[in-house]
Every structure is written in C-alpha cells, then in structure tokens.
C-alpha cells in the first residue's frame, strides 16, 4: 500500500479566490488521481495526472479551473482557480491503479468550503 | 442507467448485529471489485479487494461477488460502534483504469 499525505485538510476560501492542494506519496508511482466528492454524491474523477505529460482530464473538468502539475513521481498539486461555492466540496488525490496493483488508495482529503 | 447502484442508506443497526451492505452493476467489463471505507471527515480506506465471483473473507468482512448477476456485497460480522462509516463499492475493468464508485452507504452501529 502507499501512504498519501494531502494539505491542507480544509480551508475556507473567498469566492474568486484559487486553492493549491497538495499530495505526497511515499513512494514513486506512475500515476496520480483527483477526484471530488460533494455531498450525496459518489467520488468523481477530476483529472489523471503522470509525471512528465499534461493532466488528462474527464468530461466536465477543465485545465483553467483546475490545473494540475506533477513534477516529480511522489508529488502533485490540484489548483481550484476562481472558486465559487459549487466548489464546495472535498477533494482527494490518490495513487493506483496501476500496472502492479489494482487497488486505488487515497489521501485524507482535502475539505473545501467557499464563502 | 447509472454503472453503478449503491443505496446511500443511512443504515442504523445494533452492535453486534449482521451487516449486509450491496451495489449491483450494469456494465460486465468490470472485473475487480473493491470495498472502501470512510470515516467522517477521512479518505476512503480499502477495506477489501476481490477478483473472481464468490467470497473473500477477512476477519469479521466478507466480500461476495456474483459476476452472472451484476451484484456485490460485504458483510460485516458482530458490528461494532467503530464500525459506524461510509461503505463505498468500487469497480475496476479490465482494460481501463478508471475506478467506477458507488455512492456509498452511511451504517451506524448503535451501543
């Protein structure tokens, strides 16, 4: 298993305002997961990001609102850019599946709220 | 249809009590299934993780799999207050990457 740590745990942001969210991981791993779950709903994924490539993104989720960078194998941020309260929400990075495993393993979240 | 059905309860239960927790599925390309949980204000944790149809057991946990009918479940034995969290299915195919979530069910085992 991999040990994730994400930062900050929770903030309250101004609308209009960006967050930068961070993720550790213990070891080095192809790829990195975020993903957003708002309140009743299941974990949806944001965007997939490898090191050394530009993020790919899912269907709904753009590089202007939340850009993405992964500069190494351990390390990735997720940037919220021009928040509004529908941002409101908590936000998760997390490693696998990969090639070796096929279990996903997230960080402790981050909990978002715009104001 | 969504891919994925999990009833989002809440589920209150008392403690010790037998605990069945379900998802059903539309899609058959998924082939590994896992069992997250997630306690209030946390990540969600992998609790378990299967492959083939049938059961996979881990202390009071068991994970069940019926691949002919689209249909997953985890059982917890003598539940315990600290048991008390959200279980989330999730699905994997073969072929892709992506994990597929349900929604999760929030279970409260009661002293």
């Known amino acids: 298993s991999a040990v994730i740590s994400q930062k900050p745990s929770r903030d309250i942001c101004q609308r209009g305002t960006s967050l930068t969210i961070q993720c550790q991981v213990d070891s080095q791993v192809t790829m990195m997961f975020w993903y957003r779950q708002q309140p009743g709903q299941s974990l949806t994924l944001i965007a997939t990001a490898n090191q050394g490539s530009e993020a790919t993104y899912e269907s709904g989720f753009v590089i202007d609102k939340f850009p993405i960078s992964r500069p190494n194998l351990t390390f990735s941020t997720l940037t919220v850019s021009n928040m509004s309260p529908e941002d409101s929400s908590i936000y998760l990075c997390?490693?696998?599946?990969?090639?070796?495993?096929?279990?996903?393993?997230f960080g402790q979240g981050t909990r978002l709220t715009v104001v | 249809q969504k891919e994925v059905e999990q009833d989002p309860g809440p589920l209150s239960v008392p403690e010790g009590a037998i605990v069945s927790l379900n998802c059903t599925y539309s899609n058959s390309a998924f082939q590994y299934f896992m069992w997250y949980r997630q306690y209030s204000r946390k990540g969600p944790e992998l609790l378990m993780y299967t492959y083939s149809s049938g059961n996979k057991e881990d202390g009071r946990f068991t994970a069940q799999v019926d691949k002919s009918s689209k249909y997953i479940s985890l059982f917890i034995r003598d539940s315990q207050p600290s048991d008390s969290a959200t279980y989330l299915c999730a699905l994997l195919s073969g072929g892709y990457q992506k994990v597929t979530f349900g929604i999760g069910t929030k279970l409260q085992v009661i002293p």
């Open positions: 997390s490693v696998g599946p990969g090639k070796s495993n096929t279990e996903a393993f």
